[in-house]
Every structure is written in C-alpha cells, then in structure tokens.
T-cell receptor
C-alpha cells in the first residue's frame, strides 16, 4: 500500500535550534496537511496545501513556523527558533483532491522534543 | 463553526464485549463524517466514512450511521478484540469555505482486555 512518509521519526534538540520536518505525500495526491498532536490540545491543523500552494496556514504561529512544498513530492515544516512548548508529534497527511469526501492519509509522525 | 464531541475515555472492555463510542457534531452545510483510528506510535488511519444522511459506514466489523436528526455518528462493534485497543477519533469535513479540512473530536481511548 502507498504510504505517506515522514522523516525524521524522532527528533530531540535544544531550544533555539532550527528544526526541519519532511513529508513525502502519496504519489498523485495534490493536497498536503500538517497537524500537531499534544495531550493538552489534541490534534491541531497547522497548514495545508493544494497543488503546492498554501490554502490555509491560519493554525500556524507565523513568527517561528514556516511550511513549504518545494516540489510535488516533498513538503517541509520548519521551526526557527524552537521552544520547549513546540514539543509534540507532528503529522503530515495527503489526499487526492480538495473535496469533502476524500479521506486523508496520515504518516506515522515526527515526535519532537525540545529541551 | 464546526465542532465534534466524543465521549470521554478511556473505555475499558473485555474481549467479545459490545462497543459503542458516542459522537455528536455541529456543522454548517452538509458535512461528511469519518471515524479514524490511531494505534500506538502510528498516525491516524481511516476506519470508515459516511457522506450523507442515513448512510452507514462499515469496516473491520465497525459500523456507524449518519443520523442527521440527532447530529450523531456513533461507532459500534458487536465483539471487540484485544487488537482493537487504540484511540478512535470522530471527524467531519464541511464543504464550506473551500477545502476539506477535518474537524476532529478529542479522541476516545479504547482498551480491550482478555
């Protein structure tokens, strides 16, 4: 089965460092989502893209977070500078098209710990 | 705005017991409804979906019926197994404002014991 691939699976770094998380969507999927999951807040949508263009990034703190799709096979989420409150599991998901009935396919996430 | 409310967990059941996890929603427009499952250390997986009123989604013995009159989409399974232990998320998308953003419930942890 085709899968969404996220790297790294785990990341531990000190506060102030730059963190880059990568996502390879399922081939042919043109919509990519970034989520953050914490015990306190649950699942939060940070941003999403269609055909590599950002559709909505209102859930993302703009001062330190940035999301891009350099090409159709790669999405990145960067945090600079990182802070302890950014510790969470970050998920990427992809879907075939924008429309309410298309399911999102999730990667296994990047578990981020900021010391 | 859209919202999804799920029953609090954890839910602890013995193997072969009947499962119900309640989910109600508030949405504008005509939402599509989903149940996702998350096993430990993994991402969410689509379990089932329903796209219009009275539709029944089913998969792996799980079922949920889209009830517009009660704005509910309760998840059921007749006989749970230890391997069903996971966190279950109810979610919706509504085709208003563009895009297919998912609105998730808080998740319900299910523990199945022998």
């Amino acid at each position: 089965d085709a899968r969404v691939t996220q790297t790294p699976r785990h990341k531990v770094t000190e506060m102030g460092q730059e963190v880059t998380m990568r996502c390879q969507p399922i081939l042919g999927h043109n919509t990519v989502f970034w989520y953050r999951q914490t015990m306190m807040q649950g699942l939060e949508l940070l941003a999403y893209f269609r055909n590599r263009a950002p559709l909505d990034d209102s859930g993302m703190p703009k001062d330190r977070f940035s999301a891009e799709m350099p090409d159709a096979t790669l999405a990145t989420l960067k945090i600079q500078p990182s802070e302890p409150r950014d510790s969470a599991v970050y998920f990427c998901a992809s879907a075939t098209s924008v429309g309410p009935n298309q399911p999102q396919h999730f990667g296994d996430g990047t578990r981020l710990s900021i010391l | 705005g859209n919202s999804v409310t799920q029953m609090e967990g954890p839910v602890t059941l013995s193997e072969e017991a009947f499962l119900t996890i309640n989910c109600t929603y508030t949405a504008t427009g005509y939402p599509s409804l989903f149940w996702y499952v998350q096993y430990p250390g993994e991402g969410l997986q689509l379990l089932l979906k329903a796209t219009k009123a009275d539709d029944k989604g089913s998969n792996k013995g799980f079922e949920a019926t889209y009830r517009k009159e009660t704005t509910s989409f309760h998840l059921e399974k007749g006989s749970v197994q230890v391997s069903d232990s996971a966190v279950y998320f109810c979610a919706l998308t509504s085709n208003t404002g563009g895009g297919n953003k998912l609105t998730f419930g808080t998740g319900t942890q299910l523990k199945v014991e022998l």
